[in-house]
């Protein structure tokens, strides 16, 4: 049963950091991509970032260029979102979620976690 465990959100004041991370299980994941997103309350859920497995690839929202970095640790399984000069329209619920590349659509989610930035 494939798993993917988001943490690592919080409340946090604007301008500050925080890192969330992602732990897939339940099958090998070294041929896929792993996104995360963020659906604000009232809206549609939006991309954030994502990596590539294998090669490191990584692309960003225009919004979160230069603010956010996605990571991944090969050792630990684990793909990082590290956070930065979080602002109040950061707020959202996170998930990760992951695809086999290079298909469009995202194949598994997450529950998420709660990101908010406090002005």
């Known amino acids: 049963q494939v798993q993917l465990v988001e943490s690592g959100g919080g409340l946090v004041q604007a301008g500050g950091s925080l890192r969330l991370s992602c732990a897939p299980s339940?099958?090998?994941?070294?041929?896929?991509?792993m996104g995360w997103f963020r659906q604000a309350p009232g809206k549609e859920r939006e991309f954030v970032a994502a990596?590539?497995?294998?090669?490191?690839?990584?692309n960003y929202a225009d919004s979160v260029k230069g603010r956010f970095t996605i990571s991944r640790d090969n050792t630990k399984n684990t793909v990082y979102l590290q956070m930065g000069s979080l602002k109040p329209e950061d707020t959202a619920l996170y998930y990760c979620?992951?695809?086999?590349?290079?298909?469009?659509?995202?194949?598994?989610w997450g529950q998420g976690t709660q990101v908010i930035v406090s002005s």
């Open positions: 979620a992951a695809k086999k590349s290079p298909r469009p659509t995202y194949d598994y």
């Open positions: 339940g099958r090998t994941f070294s041929t896929y991509a």
């Open positions: 990596i590539t497995w294998l090669t490191g690839v990584t």
